[in-house]
Every structure is written in structure tokens, then in C-alpha cells.
């Protein structure tokens, strides 16, 4: 069974500039977690997805960060525009559904703002 | 919103030894807690969960144990080997939209 992709694995942009990032969750999950790892930090919920609907998206600074799920599978997550504290890996995950079940991580992004 | 807090931040113990990590949560409806370990510059794994119906689980040099009373769980790992150098990250689910909440992970070495 293939893992959860994600792309790309690095991007370096300065701030003030716009980024997107690509998930592909594994076939068959319904739901899909946008996740922000600070260095040193745990892993923190950005957004939530069940099928192509928001779930949870009480800790995305919604000023800036938009994510997506038009299809119900492929998600994109954007950053518009980046500030130097956004530097971190943004982690994707996919589980079956939304009860507690095993989540499945992707390899992340890691995006540093200059 | 639920409140996981882990200790220690780092724990350095000889290999053949064994390494325990606690966490703590706060939100007494939270029911399920898994366990992850990430490797430097990979992504996260789980390595073993619990349910709350459950007070303790094993899986071969591995071991979780959960007080709901105290609202604490512990990661035991047994028999350290090298290979189990990494970060683990402890989590709890509080259901529905409340998706897991991360402890802030614990920096395992294992001294040779």
C-alpha cells in the first residue's frame, strides 16, 4: 500500500511571498490532517478534513493560510503571504475516518522564510 | 482544547536499559493515545496506541500503560538498542473535531 505523498520536500522562499504545498493521502482515507511542526515541537493540527469538508480548522491564522480538498482526495494547503515564524515542516496525514484510528504521516515539507 | 504535557524533554540511558516517558492531558474525554516515534528528518511512526477502555498494552519490548483517573499515560521501552534513539511524541484524542493534540516530544538517546 502506498504512503502518503506529499511535495515538494524543501522550499526556501523569503517572506511576504506565496507558497503551496501537495498531499495525496492514501487511497481510500477519508480524512486528511494538515499538521505544523515547529523545531523541537510536537506536531500542531493546522486543519482537518472529512471528505472535501472542513472539520476543524480553529487553529489556521486564516488570514493567511488557506487549505483545500476540492475532490475529496488531493489537498492543498497555501501560505499567502509567509512570515518568518511560518519556517517549520508541514506534515500531512490521512486516516480511514475521523474516529480514532492510527493516523499515517506523509514525509512533510520543509519551508524556510528568509 | 486539550493540554498534553510530556517529560522529560531528553532521557539518556545505557543500552540494555530501560527508557519510560510520561504525559499527562487534561481533557478527562479524551480516549485514545498513540504513541510516535520520528527519526530525525522522517516523518512520524506510531509505534503503539491505547484505548481508555484499556490500562495497559504490550508489544514485545514496548509498553504503554494509562491511569484515566490521573489522566497520565507512559511509553516503557525495555531492552534499549541503538535503534531506538529518536524522538517520540506522545498524543491524545479528544474525538470528533478535536483531532490529536502533540506532547512536545522526548529527544531518546541511547548511550553505547
Known amino acids: 500500500e502506498a504512503g502518503v505523498a506529499q511535495s515538494p520536500r524543501y522550499k526556501i522562499i523569503e517572506k511576504r511571498q506565496s507558497v503551496a504545498f501537495w498531499c495525496n493521502p492514501i487511497s481510500g482515507h477519508a480524512t486528511l490532517y494538515w499538521y505544523q511542526q515547529i523545531l523541537g515541537q510536537g506536531p500542531k493540527l493546522l486543519i482537518q478534513?472529512?471528505?472535501?469538508?472542513?472539520?476543524?480548522d480553529s487553529q489556521l491564522p486564516k488570514d493567511r493560510f488557506s487549505a483545500e480538498r476540492l475532490k475529496g482526495v488531493d489537498s492543498t494547503l497555501k501560505i499567502q503571504p509567509a512570515k518568518l515564524e511560518d519556517s517549520a515542516v508541514y506534515l500531512c496525514?490521512?486516516?480511514?475516518?475521523?474516529?480514532?484510528?492510527?493516523?499515517?504521516f506523509g514525509p512533510g515539507t520543509r519551508l524556510t522564510v528568509l | 482544547g486539550e493540554n498534553v504535557e510530556q517529560h522529560p524533554s531528553t532521557l539518556s540511558v545505557q543500552e540494555g536499559d530501560s527508557a519510560v516517558i510520561k504525559c499527562t492531558y487534561s481533557d478527562s474525554a479524551s480516549n485514545y493515545f498513540p504513541w510516535y516515534k520520528q527519526e530525525l528528518g522522517k516523518r512520524p511512526q506510531l509505534i503503539i496506541d491505547i484505548r481508555s477502555n484499556v490500562g495497559e498494552k504490550k508489544d514485545q519490548r514496548i509498553a504503554v500503560t494509562l491511569n484515566k483517573t490521573a489522566k497520565h499515560f507512559s511509553l516503557h521501552i525495555t531492552e534499549t538498542q541503538p535503534e531506538d534513539s529518536a524522538v517520540y511524541f506522545c498524543a491524545a484524542w479528544g474525538g470528533g473535531a478535536d483531532g490529536l493534540t502533540f506532547g512536545k516530544g522526548t529527544h531518546l538517546i541511547i548511550q553505547p
Open positions: 496525514a490521512s486516516s480511514l475516518d475521523s474516529s480514532a484510528n492510527e493516523q499515517f
Open positions: 478534513f472529512q471528505n472535501n469538508g472542513v472539520v476543524d
